[in-house]
């Protein structure tokens, strides 16, 4: 998946702002987080051929949250030999390991272990990242799905699939909230 790819599907997830409205949401939080779904083009140039760093160089990615997943402004990215440092999971560190390649979760405070890992590579990563958002999008206007444990079970196994394989659930286990 390529970064402008992400993008146009990104699009489609997004709730309307009738729905958003109808949640009892303000004017100003809706327009912040329908701009974190229509991401603008900030550079045309294209720096480097991964996909995921396409996406923070030519994209305004500054109200991309996707399920407490959070991109750095492209100048920001940290290369510390061995991670490329591009984001955060929570209070975590989500990076790119230039070993494997693999996107893995990094322990803020000891930036050189790996606390968990997301997905083979940056192309499965933003692939996974559109399911888990448009998941958490069936869930926010759906109370039974938000409690269905089995359901978010099965959607954690199908993005880990996306992802990469078994080696990637936990992640999105957690990611999702499955309490079981």
Known sequence: MTSSEFVDNLKLIAPSEKSLVEQGLKKD????????????????????????????????ISNLDIGMIRFENRDDIMDTGRFILFGSYDADVVAIDKITNEVVVLDWEEESRIMGKCSKDTETFLSALLKVAEFNEKMSSNDNLLNDQDAIKNKAREIASTAGGENYIDFYLNILGYEG
């Open 29 to 60: 939080f809706i327009e912040n987080y329908l701009d974190g779904y229509n991401l603008k083009m900030i550079n045309s140039e294209t720096v480097t051929d991964d996909p995921l760093l396409d996406l923070i160089y030519k994209y305004d």
